[in-house]
């Protein structure tokens, strides 16, 4: 029998924490965001879809047993501090290769079920639709050359980390669309999640010209000016289920 757990804030539901979860939840698949338009003398109705996709979302309940009936209130306590104090917010099922990101939850009633310390609640995860691939997060490093290379985007269009190394004026090339960083020392870096350039802690939005770059599904290719000695892509694979 499969063992269900689930790690959310760094903890792992059922070797730190003593919780079961009492069925597997269903993998929801995303939908589609449209704006809906009624127009007059026509049937039904006009979707217009930008290309995004709505939140999904996944509803656990969980038990604990066994317990001391003095040991209920301790325990109803870390599991709030568990889920109401989050630091990493990636949500990983036992049955599932890769991982959530979650943007918000809710926590229902812990409710007492004997007279001992045993409870049980549920808890709703909202989350972005993307399941992103565990291998995504991994860094490929590609060194300068002065022919154009290929990243093979096997997934869903992702948003990359990445940092390039190297001084001056310095040039990106991604599917053919060219980022040009200026005044750079050492190095810089660009997220496209969080659509920001910067060294460390120090904006260079600044410093950019360009468009943050995204990776499609399929081959990308990647050219670099002979300013760059190497850079860092983490791609964030994802897919949508």
């Known amino acids: 029998m499969e063992e269900l757990n689930l790690i959310y804030n760094n903890k792992n539901t059922l070797s730190d924490l003593g919780l079961t979860m009492v069925e597997r939840p269903s993998q929801p698949i995303p939908t589609k965001r449209a704006t809906k338009i009624e127009v007059p003398g026509r049937d039904?109705?006009?979707?217009?879809?930008?290309?995004?996709?709505?939140?999904?979302?996944?509803?656990?309940?969980?038990?604990?047993?066994?317990?001391?009936?003095e040991d209920f209130d301790k325990k109803s306590r870390e599991v709030k501090l568990w889920l109401l104090?989050?630091?990493?917010?990636?949500?990983?099922?036992?049955?599932?290769?890769?991982?959530?990101?979650?943007?918000?939850?809710?926590?229902?009633?812990?409710?007492?079920?004997?007279?001992?310390?045993?409870?049980k609640f549920k808890v709703k995860f909202v989350c972005d639709p993307f399941l992103y691939?565990?291998?995504?997060?991994?860094?490929?490093?590609?060194?300068?050359?002065?022919?154009?290379?290929?990243?093979?985007?096997?997934n869903h269009k992702?948003?990359?980390?990445?940092?390039?190394?190297?001084?001056?004026?310095?040039?990106?090339?991604?599917n053919g669309k060219a980022i040009v960083f200026t005044s750079v020392t050492d190095y810089v870096e660009i997220d496209t999640d969080l659509v920001e350039c910067y060294k460390g802690t120090v904006a260079k939005n600044n410093t950019m010209t360009g468009s943050f770059p995204t990776l499609e599904n399929g081959s990308n290719s990647?050219?670099?000016s002979s300013g760059i000695t190497k850079i860092e892509v983490?791609?964030?694979?994802k897919s949508l289920w």
């Open 85 to 119: 104090d989050s630091v990493n917010t990636n949500l990983y099922f036992s049955f599932l290769d890769g991982f959530y990101k979650v943007n918000r939850l809710s926590l229902s009633d812990i409710e007492r079920v004997d007279i001992n310390g045993s409870g």
């Open 44 to 69: 039904g109705e006009l979707n217009i879809y930008d290309g995004t996709y709505e939140p999904v979302e996944f509803s656990v309940e969980f038990n604990f047993r066994g317990l001391a009936k």
């Open 222 to 224: 990647i050219a670099m």
């Open 234 to 237: 983490i791609p964030r694979w």
């Open 158 to 174: 992702s948003n990359p980390y990445i940092k390039i190394y190297g001084s001056g004026t310095l040039t990106l090339t991604i």
């Open 133 to 154: 691939d565990n291998v995504g997060q991994q860094v490929i490093t590609l060194n300068y050359s002065a022919s154009t290379q290929y990243l093979v985007n096997n």
